[in-house]
């Protein structure tokens, strides 16, 4: 393990790693520095953060991530689950474990099939098509703004269209739902915040309990009308199914066809609600940065943005504005744009939404390559996907965009090691959303890269507030923070793209 002091631990050691990192960087950049700091430590490690913080073990090797995910799936942290609560009520996918996950896993899981989802591509056309008058409006006003409080409310109106059927608008007026989930979201945390009055602010509980009642009742009127409707339209759910929730109410239709009783068993009705606000937090979440950072690439890179506007003129034609009717005609068209994937792809690895908090276990030891062991109990185990996304033992040139690695054949140097590709985990316990969320990227790719051109207003920002700290990590200006959205939420400009 790194430097450790008999009073300090290791706090004098994370000082020192983070002061050279700017104040608000996303905290998984500290693994990666470690590493960076001490190479010869190796990829899996302690970190003695108390009294401030939990102990914890660093894993971001192939094998250990393997043993974590997949041959013995550990527990999430109770931290998530606390950090949760407020959303979804203790009935989230992300913190269920045993037979009650499987069983709500096995429910929702159709509606995330590649196949089903193909079938509500038009929502999600329809949601960029607005996304993009947004961009046009910003085009002719020529003003600054900031990137993800529209991709906020792009992905927030396509979860809400592919979920519920729900127009929700938050492009263009707010919405009660979206607000307090919104709302609920500032409010939120982990439970292990060093400030006692952020610990344990009593607004929080009210805050939490009104917005919890503001969410429940948008979400129960959607149920209630879905499952009248499917439960009159019986027999012709092919004409009814128009979103995951659909999908979801036909099948408890059918599987209760011989009840007489009427109405919804309130115990469905309450894991259903529940994980709808669940999917509206992280389906909407994670993929806006994500977009944010596409938006980041080709508005920095312009020899991949002429690429990925020749892919698309191949498969669309020329005329950039007749690629929503061809979506819309024919879906799987999307499927057909290989270096659009890459570049999705690659943004994903280096600048992932997420990591990874689990609870050890007794007498559950991680292994890593040298078959040293690294015991769990009483530790936090930290999967850090940052942090093996830019280790040079699995990938050639880590700190390049490089999105040809996506598309060179097994053995070559550039293709990705296996195991060392997590942006949406792997296991049982993967993401349920990723078929979703590449898909809506490629959409708005197909929709919006040929018709803008973004350039990042950092520089004239940073002069306007004369900084002069540290702005950047691994080079780049628009590092993660926060909620793994780059700084500042991507403050840019855009014009209509000339040609």
Not at 431 to 460: H, P, S, T
Request: hydrophobic share 35%; proline share 7%; with cysteine.
């Amino acid at each position: 393990m790194p430097p450790w002091n008999p009073i300090l631990g290791h706090l004098y050691f994370c000082y020192k790693i983070t002061s050279k990192l700017p104040k608000d960087a996303h905290p998984n950049y500290l693994p990666d520095m470690v590493r960076r700091e001490l190479p010869d430590l190796g990829p899996n490690f302690y970190l003695d953060t108390w009294p401030f913080g939990p102990q914890i073990l660093v894993v971001a090797s192939t094998k250990a991530l393997h043993q974590i995910t997949q041959e013995h799936s550990l527990q999430k942290h109770p931290g998530l689950r606390y950090f949760l609560q407020p959303i979804a009520e203790g009935f989230d996918l992300v913190t269920m474990e045993g037979d009650l996950w499987k069983t709500w896993r096995g429910v929702f899981n159709p509606g995330f099939s590649a196949t089903y989802l193909m079938s509500l591509t038009n929502g999600i056309v329809e949601e960029t098509e607005q996304f993009c008058t947004k961009l046009h409006q910003l085009s002719r006003s020529k003003r600054l703004f900031r990137m993800k409080d529209l991709t906020d409310n792009l992905t927030m109106d396509i979860i809400g269209r592919i979920v519920m059927n729900a127009h929700l608008g938050s492009q263009v007026h707010s919405n009660p739902l979206v607000d307090g989930l919104r709302m609920q979201v500032k409010w939120c945390t982990f439970g292990a915040d060093a400030n006692p009055f952020t610990r344990y602010n009593p607004l929080r509980l009210i805050i939490h309990r009104y917005n919890t009642k503001r969410m429940n009742k948008c979400v129960t009127r959607v149920i209630d009308s879905r499952f009248t409707e499917l439960r009159s339209d019986e027999g012709n759910t092919e004409k009814s199914n128009k979103s995951i929730i659909d999908l979801v109410l036909t099948a408890y239709l059918s599987d209760n066809a011989s009840r007489s009783h009427p109405d919804m068993d309130n115990t469905f009705k309450k894991f259903t609600m529940n994980q709808i606000k669940l999917f509206l937090f992280s389906g909407h979440d994670t993929t806006s940065s994500t977009v944010c950072y596409i938006f980041y690439i080709l508005g920095t890179k312009h020899n991949i943005l002429a690429k990925v506007r020749g892919e698309h003129d191949s498969i669309f034609g020329p005329d950039a504005s007749r690629a929503a009717s061809f979506i819309t005609a024919n879906p799987p068209l999307i499927n057909q744009l290989p270096y659009t994937v890459a570049v999705i792809k690659e943004v994903l690895r280096m600048f992932p939404a997420v990591s990874g908090t689990r609870i050890g276990e007794r007498d559950f030891d991680v292994v890593d390559e040298e078959g040293q062991h690294f015991p769990t109990q009483d530790f936090l185990v930290w999967d850090v996907i940052q942090g093996i996304h830019r280790d040079p033992t699995y990938w050639q040139r880590p700190e390049e965009f490089i999105p040809e690695r996506w598309l060179v054949a097994p053995g070559h140097p550039l293709h990705p090691v296996k195991g060392a590709y997590r942006p949406f985990s792997h296991g049982p316990r993967n993401c349920i959303g990723q078929e979703l969320a590449m898909m809506e990227m490629k959409v708005i790719m197909v929709l919006a890269a040929r018709q803008f051109d973004i350039a990042l207003a950092y520089e004239e920002l940073d002069q306007a507030n004369k900084i002069n700290e540290i702005r950047t990590v691994y080079g780049e200006r628009g590092y993660q923070v926060q909620r793994a959205q780059p700084q500042g939420d991507l403050p840019c400009y855009v014009a209509k793209a000339v040609g």
